[in-house]
């Protein structure tokens, strides 16, 4: 079975992450997300809310699964099986800490490998920084970057 792991804080998730995910979900059997604690992006909502959102959102991806990331993300790929990791590209400004990261994980982990998957163009500038930037001032307005669920968990968490 040809298994991979996409990644990522997903604070919240976005219409273009659910993009990434169904590229992936086309070239692999089955395809883990996994949020990611990551405490240094000082996310908005709690990885188990994210994990949820994730949850929710895959019923068009009868091979993919929600999951809660713990450790490295190379050590988690080898524990769920997963022989490749995905990671999304909008901008050439991703890629040099994407580049880094796939080297050290390459070192970490030769087995596993890396590949960059790129969204549709009309999600090359959506991000949840700047979705949550949005939000905060007017939550309304991130209908068309983030899924349903994902814009009430911005509204609870913001209070609006």
Sequence with gaps: MRRALYA??????????????????????????AAAPNQDKKPLLSVEVRAKLIEENLAEFP??????????????????????IIRGLRAISDFEFEFQLAQMNRDLAPEVETIFLMPKKEH?????????????????????FVPPNSLAALKEALGS
Excluded: W
């Excluded at 990522?8 to 997300?33: K, Q, S, W, Y």
């Excluded at 091979?63 to 490749?84: P, Y």
């Excluded at 090359?124 to 068309?144: G, M, N, Q």
């Design 63 to 84: 091979n993919a699964r929600a999951e809660i990331l713990s450790g490295l993300t190379v050590d988690f790929a080898r524990k769920m099986g997963a022989q490749t």
């Design 8 to 33: 990522g804080t997903f604070d919240p998730v976005t219409n273009g992450h659910l993009d990434v995910l169904r590229r992936a979900c086309d070239l692999f059997d089955e395809v883990i997300m």
């Design 124 to 144: 090359f500038y959506t991000s949840s920084s700047l979705v949550k930037a949005i939000a905060t001032y007017d939550p309304v307005r991130t209908t068309k």
